[in-house]
């Protein structure tokens, strides 16, 4: 059996005195992205934000490229982002900065590409997602979808073989969300890809992943989506079971 891409194993994280992570542990393979629910505080984002490197867990390890980021320090976790890419809610773009600019910045920093060569994989980045001719307009100039897109785009344009996901649907419309939903796809299908998707979505995360993660207590209980309408699980039935039925559309196109 392959060696996983991304283990967790055993994360703790109290906040105020207040356990929100408890034992948490999970192994993520290469080419697969794994759903992430639960409620408002149940502790999704602080996963993503611990794997990352942005919050220190009280107890546990993350390992990642033969190595365990939760003893990395801050120069030696600065490093590792470059190779990991995080979409966030909003977008995330720089106020300040063009689309071409918010694009170009993370290839003109961590790589030796020529100007010609960034703004080529910028040009061609942007027009995936159906945002060519965008490059001069200011991140105020775009609509909620276009935000989230250029975020997509911005998050992945250094090729991470990990890209973790928060809540990157929220907000949108059902044409836009399953805009989104095609581009994440694409982007799975066109290499070694791994990722984790917090969603308060449920068909978001059916038409994306292959199991999911129900954070419920502080514990988190993981299924495959195949088999969550059979799921006596209480956490599991209390996200999914008014979304699984009848939606036989989504489970066609995953």
Known sequence: MAEPFLKVRHLVKDFAGR????????????????GMMGGSGSGKSTILKII??????????VWFENSDLCLKSESQLAELRVRIGYVFQNGALFDSLTVEENMAYPLEKHTRMSDQEILKRVNERLKHVGMEGTNHLYPSELSGGMNKRAGLVRATILDPKLILFDEPTSGLDPINTQNFIRQIRQIRSAGEVAGVFVSHDPLSVLAIC?????????SMRIVETRAIQDSQDPAIRAFFRADYQGNDEIRRSR
């Open 52 to 61: 990352i490197g942005l919050i220190k867990a009280d107890q546990g390890e």
């Open 210 to 218: 292959e199991r999911v993660g129900v954070l419920w207590n502080g």
């Open 19 to 34: 356990r929100v992570l408890d034992d948490i542990s999970f192994d993520l393979s290469r080419g697969e992205i794994l």
